[in-house]
């Protein structure tokens, strides 16, 4: 089974290159995207991903407060932070949130797919279920 994975990002560049990334990789799905964290919510709730990844850093939106409503409603998956830069108060907002990770954009392909795999097995989550 395919980890299932949703990526929330205001950038319609970085989203689409990331998807791309994703995608090409074995073991993974890509089974949406968005640049609005409301509509993205909405669709975490009918697709039940089994990671969210998601940059908190929004013009549009209160990235934090979705990162908090993300956590709420993903039925067991994972929700995951993929930001350009580190901020240590967002890090910290993030994991009380309930964040399973927190991880640069920057990370290298087979690197985030590594990284995406063991945050739904450190869960206990199984893909596609």
Known sequence: MSIRVFIIDEHTRARRML???LASLPGLEVVGT??????????????????VLLDTK????D????????????????????TSYID?????????????????KEVDTPNLARW??????AGGHRPGK
């Open 88 to 104: 240590p108060e967002e890090r910290r907002l993030a994991y009380q949130a309930g964040v399973s990770g927190y991880l640069l």
């Open 19 to 21: 998807a791309r990334r």
């Open 58 to 61: 929004m013009k549009r939106a």
């Open 34 to 51: 968005t640049c609005d964290g409301d509509k993205g919510l909405r669709q975490i709730e009918e697709l039940r991903p089994d990671v």
């Open 116 to 121: 995406i795999a063991l945050l739904v097995e």
């Open 63 to 82: 990235g934090m407060d979705i990162c908090r409503r993300a956590c709420a409603s993903t039925n067991g998956g994972k929700v995951a932070i993929l």
